[in-house]
C-alpha cells in the first residue's frame, strides 16, 4: 500500500507525457484523478494504523547490501498524517486552474513527480531512501517554477536549487558521519534511532548535529538561511507556491524530529537552547517582515518563516523537556509541532491558492491595487478570511490548536523565549488583518467592477482544505490521536 502511494503519481508523471494532444481541462482531470490515488491509499492505511508508537506497515525490499542500504517503507502517527496531508494538498493544487502556457502535460508530469518523492520523503524508513526522496523534490520544484513562473521566475528557480542543494549537501556530509559511526554499518532509521550512534560522541556529534541543523534549516527555512523563499513564493504559479509552503517546508521540520530529534537525541539536548533562539528570532523577524510587504504573495510567503519557527521552537523545547524528565511538555511541545506543520500546510496551501486566483484576475500581487473584492467576489472573500484568521491562531481553527500546545510546552522550560515568541501572534494578527481591510473592505476601484468570484473548481479544491482547518479547531481528538502515539514514544 506505502509503495503503491509512491509509485501510482511516478507512473502517472510517466502516463502525462503521452497527452500532449489532449485538452488543458482533461489534462487536468487526468492528472487530479492520478494525484488523488495516493490520498485514497492513504486514508486506507490510516484505517489499519494500530497507532503503538512504533513504525507499522513496513515494507521492504534489499536494495544495496554491500553499503547497508535497504528499500524500506512504514509509518508511525507522525509521518502518516503527514503523507496524508502532503497527498490532499497535492490534488487540490494539481485541479487548482493556472496558467500552463500549452504545455500543460509537462507541467502535471511535473506536479505528480514531485507528489511521489515528497510522499518517499515522510514514508522511508532509510536514511539514504530518505536523502534520494529529499533531493530529488528539488528538481520537480525547479521546473516548476522555472517554466511555469513569472516575474524574474528562472533566478528565483536557480536561487532556490542552489541553496537547497547546497543545504542538502551540507547534510549528506551529516549522514555520513551518522553512517559511519554505526557497527554494523546501516542506514536503517529505527536501527539508528535505537542505537544513538553519535551520543557521547563530543566534537563529532556536535559537526553532524549542526551539519543536519543547517541543511534542514534552509529547507524549513529558518533565518537567516531564508532568504531563497520569498523569490521562489513569488515568482512560482499559485499551486506550486501552496506545494512548495505545504509540503515542501514540512520535509525541513519533519527531518528535525526524525533525524535530529529522534537520532541525536543527546546532541540535541545539549544544543536545545540555541536552536530555540533562532527559531524565536524566525518568529519575531517573519512576522515583522511579512507586516512590511506590500506584496500579497511576499507577505504570505514570509509568514511561513514565522511559522516554521513556532514548530522548530516546539521541537526544541521538546529536546529541553527530555532532559529535564518533564514528560508532559515533551509531548506538549512536540505534538503541538506536529499539527503545526499539518495546519500550515492546510492554510497556507489555501492562501497561496487564493493569491494565485488574484492573479489570474487582476495580474497583481500589490495589495494596493486592490480594495472592496468583498462586493464582487464572497466565496473569495470567505475563503480569504477563515485561511487568514486560522493563521492569525483565532480559537475555533486549526492553527489555535497548534500554537497553544507549542506555547505551553514550550512555558514549561523556556517561559522568557515564549513570552517573546507570542509577539509573532500578535504581529501575525495584524498583518492578516490589514490585508483583509485593504484588500476586501472599503470601495471597489472602477477598474476591477467586472471582477469575477472564484470558480467551482477553485471553490472546491479550497472548501476541501478550510474545512479541515475548522474540523481540527472544532474536534482535534481524531488528528491528535495518531500524533500523541508517536510523540509519546519519542525520548523514552
Known amino acids: 500500500m506505502l509503495t503503491a502511494s509512491i509509485l501510482m503519481p511516478l507512473l502517472g508523471a510517466v502516463a502525462m507525457l503521452t497527452l500532449r494532444r489532449t485538452s488543458e481541462p482533461t489534462q487536468r482531470g487526468v492528472a487530479t484523478g492520478i494525484a488523488a490515488v495516493p490520498l485514497l491509499l492513504l486514508i486506507v492505511v490510516w484505517t489499519q494504523f494500530d497507532g503503538n508508537g512504533g513504525f507499522e506497515l513496513i515494507e521492504q525490499a534489499p536494495w544495496i547490501p554491500s553499503l547497508g542500504v535497504t528499500y524500506k517503507l512504514g509509518i508511525d502517527g507522525m509521518s502518516l498524517v503527514l503523507a496524508v496531508m502532503s497527498a490532499l494538498i497535492f490534488a487540490a ?38 536523502y534520494v526522496f529529499f533531493d530529488l523534490s528539488l528538481v520537480g520544484m525547479y521546473f516548476l517554477i522555472g517554466v511555469w513562473g513569472h516575474g524574474n521566475a528562472r533566478r528565483a528557480a536557480l536561487k532556490f536549487f542552489i541553496y537547497t542543494l547546497a543545504g542538502s549537501l551540507v547534510m549528506l556530509l551529516a549522514i555520513l558521519a551518522l553512517y559511519l559511526a554505526t557497527d554494523p554499518r546501516t542506514f536503517d532509521i529505527p536501527t539508528l534511532i535505537a542505537s544513538q550512534p553519535l551520543a557521547g560522541s563530543g566534537l563529532l ?12 534549516g534552509v529547507k524549513t527555512p529558518l533565518v537567516p538561511v531564508h532568504t531563497w523563499l520569498p523569490p521562489a513564493h513569488v515568482d512560482a504559479p499559485a499551486p ?32 536545545a537552547f540555541p536552536l530555540a533562539v533562532i527559531a524565536v528570532v524566525s518568529i519575531v523577524y517573519g512576522a515583522l517582515v511579512a507586516l512590511g510587504q506590500p506584496n500579497l504573495k511576499r507577505r504570505i510567503a514570509y509568514t511561513s518563516v514565522n511559522h516554521m519557527g513556532y514548530t522548530i521552537l516546539g521541537v526544541s523545547a521538546c529536546a529541553a523537556a527530555i532532559g529535564l524528565g518533564d514528560r508532559d511538555a515533551q509531548t506538549l511541545a512536540l505534538t503541538g509541532a506536529v499539527v503545526e506543520m499539518v495546519a500550515h500546510g492546510l492554510i497556507t496551501g489555501a492562501l497561496f491558492l487564493i493569491s494565485g486566483s488574484i492573479w489570474q ?132
Open 93 to 130: 493544487s494539481t485541479a487548482y486552474p493556472t496558467d500552463l502556457r500549452g504545455r500543460g502535460h509537462e507541467y502535471y508530469a511535473w506536479m505528480l513527480f514531485l507528489e511521489a518523492v515528497s510522499l518517499g520523503v515522510f514514508l522511508a524508513l532509510d536514511l539514504f531512501l530518505f
Open 361 to 492: 484576475r487582476g495580474q497583481s500581487y500589490e495589495i494596493a491595487d486592490y480594495g472592496g473584492l468583498a462586493a464582487r467576489a464572497p466565496r473569495m472573500t470567505a475563503a480569504t478570511v477563515v485561511a487568514a484568521f486560522a493563521s492569525l491562531g483565532l480559537p475555533g481553527l486549526a492553527g489555535f490548536i497548534a500554537e497553544f500546545q507549542i506555547f505551553v510546552g514550550t512555558f514549561a522550560v523556556y517561559p522568557w523565549l515564549a513570552g517573546i515568541g507570542l509577539l509573532g501572534v500578535v504581529i501575525t494578527a495584524a498583518l492578516f488583518l490589514q490585508v483583509l481591510q485593504r484588500m476586501f473592505l472599503g470601495d471597489l476601484p472602477d477598474r476591477w467592477g467586472d471582477w469575477t468570484d472564484v470558480g467551482r473548481v477553485e471553490t472546491a479544491s479550497l472548501a476541501v482544505l478550510l474545512a479541515l482547518v475548522i474540523v481540527i479547531g472544532v474536534y482535534p481528538r481524531w488528528l491528535l490521536s495518531p500524533i500523541e502515539s508517536a510523540t509519546r514514544a519519542m525520548g523514552g
Open 240 to 271: 506550486a507556491s501552496a506545494i512548495l509552503a505545504g509540503v515542501l517546508l514540512k520535509l525541513g521540520t519533519y527531518g528535525f524530529i526524525r533525524i535530529m530529534l529522534q537520532m541525536m537525541g543527546e546532541q540535541y539536548q545539549r544544543f
Open 205 to 216: 556529534g556536535a559537526l553532524a548535529f549542526w551539519g543536519f541543523a543547517i541543511g534542514l
